[in-house]
């Protein structure tokens, strides 16, 4: 399916007001980050010219909540960001993060699938369902907004099957992975 199709379509006025197509209502930036913590795939498009400004304002709300002290982006992160774009790592920098938070994303959901089964002891202690869902909610709303997310609870059947042994492989092959992308966004530094 493709992504437009999917997507909530907000319409940007020549006021700079946003609205709503599906509902028919003006929405603020705190809107449609709430949409995208909902897991909603969201496109921003300008009414007169037809130009996607989607990636713009996904900055946009970004930089609001890291100015408010939500700082999810440390320092040397953003500095290596701005270098980025003047350097030859250029190229290889979107695949690098798409690659690091397609990992995140997949190790949280297998964090979460056998934290979440059964067999856990800890799965008996008083409170374990209302921490569990908030772990969930948390995930959620730092996933949400990436594309192909995979957040808790999918594929639950392919993971149940695994053993504790392949999973501590698979984390260990997941921080492998991680360490020679980080290595080699070193080098191109």
């Known amino acids: 399916m493709n992504k437009s199709?999917?997507?909530?379509?907000?319409?940007r006025y020549a006021s700079r007001r946003l609205y709503n197509t599906e509902t028919s209502d003006y929405v603020t930036l705190d809107d449609i980050a709430g949409f995208i913590r909902d897991g909603r795939e969201v496109q921003i498009?300008?009414?007169k010219?037809?130009?996607?400004?989607?990636?713009?304002?996904?900055?946009?709300?970004?930089?609001?909540?890291e100015s408010r002290g939500e700082n999810v982006l440390p320092v040397d992160v953003l500095t290596d960001l701005v270098r980025s774009y003047?350097?030859?790592?250029?190229?290889?920098?979107?695949?690098?993060?798409a690659a690091s938070f397609e990992?995140?994303?997949?190790?949280?959901?297998?964090?979460?699938?056998?934290?979440?089964?059964?067999?856990n002891p800890m799965a008996k202690m008083p409170g374990f369902e209302a921490m569990q869902a908030q772990q969930e909610?948390?995930?959620?709303?730092?996933?949400?907004?990436?594309s192909g997310s995979s957040g808790p609870g999918q594929d639950s059947d392919a993971n149940e099957a695994s053993d504790k042994s392949g999973d501590t492989d698979e984390l260990d092959k997941i921080k492998k992975q991680l360490t020679e992308l980080q290595s080699q966004l070193s080098k191109l530094s």
């Open 86 to 97: 003047t350097t030859q790592a250029q190229s290889v920098v979107p695949q690098f993060l």
């Open 137 to 146: 909610a948390f995930m959620k709303a730092m996933m949400g907004g990436f």
């Open 5 to 11: 199709q999917d997507a909530l379509l907000i319409k």
């Open 103 to 119: 990992m995140l994303r997949d190790g949280q959901s297998q964090m979460m699938e056998n934290f979440g089964t059964m067999g």
């Open 49 to 65: 010219s037809g130009d996607d400004l989607t990636r713009q304002y996904l900055l946009q709300i970004i930089a609001e909540h």
């Open 45 to 47: 498009i300008d009414l």
